[in-house]
């Protein structure tokens, strides 16, 4: 099978060309390094994504922060850890890197806050 | 009148780099006008990751990525007055701007580093027919409400336009239980990056229709519909091909404009092209000692790009500053066949220098030739070549000859 894959990766945002067998990658053209070959692999195989979300702060002097995951997690996991996020609430002050939650319904990512907020 | 050294107009990613670049340089006397009540400019709502993969080596959010340079420039003791609305930048370089707390205020600056961004294109100024329901914002301005004031900007959302931050927001939305019905792109290409193409559409399976527009907004107090249709190749609607798409939200993704009012003012010169200032190898505007750098001279793509030349600039500032002028850019580079701009617009011919470029349209293995009299500087092979995507070209004064202008072309 022949497909055209998008590495989202980084910015380059090569369009790669794979043949495939099931899951397994024959050969890959136009990828400018060598992650874009695992980049197809893992698409065929388990895709996953990060997400960025925000969560709920009270006594800050910003009414969200923004978190996100530390490591992509299934493709179709996105709406059930969106849901496990928008369960938080959080107290000011808070600081970037801050845990939100550890190993996210087990997927092995953190939810760290990306916004410092002091108190109000 | 209070004197400084050096203003930096602006407190975002470029203003913040270029502030820390001017420190390391030497420069001691610097102040950044902010107008916001934080720096960071617009990477304070952009929450999603991407940034820094080129600068630091991972994936940042914006806010992270902003709060690097903050910390930095807390660290050196550079000074930013946020809440300050600089009102006018004179051409001798005399700054006044205005703030709730210390009123108006004016000082007169050796250099003048531009770094306001830009802003968006509204519905204005596309001229969209029809009535005028709320329910209608441009991309940045959803974004702002959702991630920042935890205001929830609709539930049924049609796209105009396929700008990055559009795309951010399609996969924003999408994520906070908004239904996505669509993005609609007047051009017959994307103008956003592939990759959000992808994780920000693809993902979330939101149809993409390029070559078609919105051509009617209905709906008394709130939308009610919009009315889509394909266009031709000019752009124009095609008759027969309209149809109304019930929706209660209209997100306009439909270009950025470098914000030059104050520059303007000070007598800086613009390029048609990019909307930004005409600029030399330095960063340097036609005003001696006004330099500009980031979105307010051309749109990016990349916020590492960004803060990138306007560190670029501040050497040059510094420099500047230190010497108290900068080698003459006698030769001009031209923008070519399918090339839609290229920054700076000047050289000098006796340094290294990068020029930063967008191709017109999406094209496929072609060549970018650098050309000089009928001699080829530099000549490049590329897979693609989209407008999306900035394309940078560094060039060493080795290869340039001495004094006849350059050319930048797709073969
Ligand atoms: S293949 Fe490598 S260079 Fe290309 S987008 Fe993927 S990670 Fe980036």
Not at chain 2, 6 to 30: M, N, Q, T, Y
Not at chain 2, 182 to 211: A, H, K
Not at chain 2, 221 to 229: F, H, K, P, Q, T
Not at chain 2, 340 to 351: D, L
């Amino acid at each position: 099978m022949k497909r055209i894959f998008t590495c989202v990766v980084c910015p380059n945002g090569c369009e790669i060309e794979a043949e495939y067998e099931g899951n397994r990658v024959l050969s890959v053209a136009g990828n400018l390094c060598p992650k874009g070959r695992d980049y197809v692999t893992q698409e065929l195989v388990d895709p996953r994504r990060t997400i960025a979300t925000s969560v709920r702060v009270t006594g800050g002097t910003m009414p969200l922060a923004s978190v996100r995951l530390t490591k992509a997690i299934p493709k179709n996991r996105i709406f059930d850890a969106m849901r496990e996020i928008g369960r938080i609430t959080l107290e000011a002050p808070i600081s970037i890197g801050d845990v939100v939650i550890p190993n996210l319904l087990g997927l092995g990512s953190d939810v760290i806050v990306t916004k410092n907020i002091p108190k109000a | 009148m209070t004197h400084v050294q050096a203003i930096v107009v602006g407190g975002g990613p470029a203003g913040l780099a270029a502030a820390l670049r001017l420190r390391e340089k030497g420069i001691e006397d610097i102040l950044i006008l902010e107008r916001e009540t934080l720096a960071g400019g617009i990477l304070r709502q952009c929450i999603h990751d991407g940034f820094g993969l080129t600068r630091f080596g991972e994936s940042l959010s914006g806010p992270e990525y902003a709060q690097r340079f903050i910390d930095r420039v807390a660290q050196e003791g550079i000074r930013c007055v946020a809440d300050t609305t600089v009102l006018d930048i004179s051409s001798d370089k005399t700054v006044t701007a205005v703030s709730r707390k210390r009123g108006l205020m004016q000082f007169q600056a050796d250099a003048v580093l531009l770094t306001m961004g830009c802003r968006e294109r509204t519905r204005g100024a596309l001229a969209v027919p029809g009535t005028r329901p709320s329910g209608i914002y441009t991309a940045g301005v959803a974004q702002n409400y959702i991630n920042l004031q935890n205001i929830m900007v609709g539930r049924e959302t049609v796209i105009m336009g396929s700008g990055d931050i559009g795309l951010i927001m399609a996969r924003r939305l999408t994520l906070e239980g908004a239904h996505v019905k669509g993005v609609y792109e007047v051009l017959p290409y994307p103008s956003g990056l592939p990759r959000n193409i992808e994780q920000c559409l693809n993902d979330y399976g939101i149809p993409l229709y390029l070559s078609h527009t919105v051509t009617e907004i209905r709906g008394r107090e709130r939308l009610e519909s919009v009315v889509v249709a394909q266009c031709d190749e000019r752009f124009e609607p095609i008759a027969g091909t309209e149809e109304e798409i019930p929706c209660d939200t209209l997100i306009l993704s439909v270009g950025l404009i470098p914000e030059n009012e104050l520059s303007l003012a000070a007598g800086v010169a613009l390029d048609a092209r990019t909307r930004g200032a005409f600029v030399d190898e330095h960063c340097q505007t036609n005003v001696p000692g006004v330099f500009a750098a980031g979105n307010v001279l051309h749109v990016h793509d990349l916020v590492d790009f960004v803060s990138l030349e306007a560190e670029q600039m501040a050497e040059s500032a510094a420099e500047y500053l230190n010497a108290g002028s900068l080698p003459a850019c006698c030769l001009e580079v031209k923008a070519g066949a399918d090339i839609g701009h290229v920054i700076p617009q000047r050289i000098s011919g006796t340094r290294d220098f990068t020029l930063s470029l967008r191709v017109r349209k999406p094209m496929r293995n072609v060549t970018l030739v650098l050309a000089q009299k009928d001699r080829t500087v530099k000549r490049v092979r590329l897979r693609k070549a989209l407008p999306a995507e900035m394309i940078q070209l560094t060039v060493r004064k080795a290869d340039l000859c001495e004094d006849a202008d350059l050319e930048v072309y797709v073969e």
